[in-house]
């Protein structure tokens, strides 16, 4: 019965917060990548994850999978940048 209740409670609370939040809170400036077929506009979104990560964007003849795919690995590429410090060494300017 514990095990039910515990359940229970869990999945209202993860169904609460997952209302909650909004991905747009999150936005950072659009990413172009340059691609054989074209330019692929990107989304991203947290510094930390790609799971909302999409193509805003498609060159012609480019499927919405595909691009989303290409944007997912931009976000991979700057976090293990960020990761190895190349990033930051990049956009931080010290004073």
Not at 20 to 34: E, F, H, K, L, M
Not at 54 to 81: F, L, Q, Y
Request: positive net charge; hydrophobic residues 35%.
């Amino acid at each position: 019965m514990k095990n039910l209740f515990n359940l229970v409670v869990a999945t209202a609370c993860g169904a609460t917060l997952a209302g909650c939040i909004d991905p747009a809170n999150y936005t950072t400036a659009p990413v172009s990548v340059t691609t054989q077929s074209g330019t692929v506009v990107c989304q991203l979104y947290r510094t930390n994850t790609v799971l909302w990560d999409r193509a805003i964007s498609v060159p012609p003849h480019m499927s919405i999978s595909t691009g989303d795919a290409i944007c997912e690995n931009k976000g991979r590429s700057i976090i293990e940048s960020q990761k190895s410090g190349s990033y930051w060494n990049v956009v931080k300017t010290n004073p």
